[in-house]
């Protein structure tokens, strides 16, 4: 059985976001790709967010909540429209709907972006956090995988 991944074309694990992917640069997506999706999964979520961000901000800063992606969508191309794949998109921490970037106020931050494999549709209700998405894929998750990578302020 293939295990989960989560990867990126343009950055591995561990390394810095290239520029052009930060809230104040082109604020796009950066391309994922994922793997070893279990057979068992119908969808996909998506959280990224920003545990380094407790400090400044109080608590951890989400940048993107994504779920119902189909467990066949496994290429994330930058700038993507989760709406194309039928898949929801939540309100990120700038108040925002979609994407968005790195921008840390103090000092290098670690970004995680998180995909989970569930095993049927997700439904977090009206205008949910992160901590909504999690609590609805409790119990339903059957992999996931962690993309780590930085950003300087």
Do not use: C, Q
């Given at each position: 059985?293939?295990?989960l991944?989560l990867?990126?074309?343009e950055f591995?694990?561990?390394e810095r976001i290239?520029?052009?992917?930060?809230y104040?640069?082109a604020?796009?997506?950066?391309?994922l790709?994922i793997?070893?999706?279990?057979?068992?999964a119908?969808?996909?979520?998506?959280?990224?967010?920003?545990?380094?961000?407790?400090?400044?901000a109080?608590k951890?800063?989400?940048?993107?909540l994504?779920?119902?992606?189909?467990a066949?969508e496994?290429?994330i191309?930058?700038?993507?429209n989760?709406?194309?794949?039928g898949?929801?998109?939540?309100?990120n921490d700038?108040g925002?709907?979609g994407?968005?970037?790195?921008?840390p106020?103090?000092?290098e931050?670690t970004?995680?972006?998180t995909?989970?494999?569930v095993?049927?549709?997700?439904?977090?209700g009206?205008?949910?956090?992160?901590?909504d998405?999690?609590?609805a894929?409790?119990g339903?998750t059957?992999?996931?995988?962690?993309l780590?990578g930085t950003?300087?302020a």
């Amino acid at each position: 059985m293939a295990t989960l991944t989560l990867t990126s074309p343009e950055f591995d694990d561990g390394e810095r976001i290239p520029d052009r992917y930060g809230y104040e640069a082109a604020n796009v997506n950066p391309p994922l790709e994922i793997d070893g999706v279990p057979d068992d999964a119908e969808t996909l979520a998506l959280i990224v967010d920003d545990p380094d961000a407790v400090e400044p901000a109080g608590k951890v800063w989400d940048h993107w909540l994504v779920w119902n992606v189909p467990a066949e969508e496994t290429t994330i191309p930058v700038d993507w429209n989760p709406d194309d794949a039928g898949a929801e998109e939540g309100t990120n921490d700038y108040g925002e709907p979609g994407y968005g970037g790195p921008n840390p106020p103090d000092r290098e931050h670690t970004y995680r972006f998180t995909v989970f494999a569930v095993a049927d549709a997700i439904d977090p209700g009206t205008d949910p956090d992160a901590d909504d998405l999690r609590d609805a894929m409790e119990g339903r998750t059957v992999a996931k995988a962690t993309l780590e990578g930085t950003y300087p302020a």
